[in-house]
């Protein structure tokens, strides 16, 4: 015998889903928590596809709170969660995780007037030019223990443990692409070097001093190695392999108005000494 649905408990289960959707799209609410999340510590953004990059338990569950948030509205259930991951970053970033926890030489490298020949040259010379330079300056990198953290295209972002490397894969960098030529064409690489503490966020790395070191790769000549004056300290003990140009001053938006450059580029080998004939 077939028991009959209550309608009265499926009327009243209905009328409290609408209200609980009511109540979590309610305007006033996603105003407040919007406003206290600009006030509490940490990221009001967290919850974007770049926060919540990486293999963190915060970025994990961040990613399943946006996967899970109504595509057709906004949430007050979800921001709230998001809220709560926020504080939850920011106490795990004060602790010293995520907010970069170490002090790292960043190598910042690009063609020089590479999109200028593009135009003339078309796409199948220019990836047959792409292949042969990621082939000359990633070795290089790699070799020396740098991780490759970002492809930029016709260049890219590295990062070393000291200064002293990231110098030497930019110059070995330099060398490898004088063997490098597409259809006539030779690529011109620059190259900046800058040490400082750039911010984890997910698998990639951002803050000031990645835009320092591009500034400072920007500002480079085609042939360059240009190092700004935090990495310059470390290249020091170094001076008699290693010929450091006069220091000037960095003219970029993107640096502080007072940060200093210099270039350096290896010493040529000391010829041996002639032996000498007797007498």
Do not use: C, N
């Not at 970069?100 to 910042?108: E, H, K, N, T």
């Not at 002293?164 to 011109?188: C, K, T």
Request: charged letters at 30%; zero cysteines; aromatic letters at 4%.
């Amino acid at each position: 015998m077939s028991q009959e649905p209550d309608h009265e408990a499926l009327k009243a289960w209905s009328g409290l889903r609408e209200a609980a959707a009511r109540l979590d799209s309610d305007a006033r609410l996603l105003t407040a928590l919007r406003r206290l999340r600009r006030r509490l510590p940490g990221d009001e953004k967290f919850g974007d596809p770049l926060s919540t990059g990486g293999a963190t338990t915060v970025a994990y569950v961040a990613r399943g709170v946006s996967v899970l948030r109504p595509a057709e509205r906004e949430s007050v259930v979800g921001e709230l969660s998001l809220t709560g991951l926020q504080l939850w970053q920011s106490l795990s970033e004060a602790a010293g995780r995520g907010r970069g926890d170490r002090d790292l030489a960043l190598l910042f490298t690009d063609l020089v007037d590479f999109s200028t020949w593009v135009l003339a040259a078309g796409d199948t010379a220019a990836v047959e030019l792409l292949v042969e330079v990621a082939r000359a300056v990633e070795e290089p990198i790699e070799d020396r223990g740098g991780r490759i953290d970002k492809r930029l295209g016709d260049g890219l972002l590295a990062s070393f443990l000291d200064v002293p490397s990231a110098v030497d894969a930019a110059l070995d960098a330099q060398e490898a692409l004088d063997q490098v030529e597409i259809d006539g064409y030779r690529p011109r690489m620059r190259a900046g070097v800058h040490w400082g503490r750039p911010r984890k966020l997910g698998g990639d790395y951002l803050g000031v001093d990645v835009s320092i070191a591009a500034a400072v790769g920007e500002s480079a000549r085609a042939g360059q190695v240009l190092v700004s004056a935090p990495a310059l300290t470390q290249l020091e003990p170094l001076r008699e392999r290693l010929r450091i140009g006069r220091r000037k001053r960095l003219r970029s938006q993107a640096a502080p108005r007072d940060l200093q450059v210099a270039t350096v580029r290896r010493r040529a080998p000391t010829p041996a000494p002639e032996p000498t004939r007797p007498a």
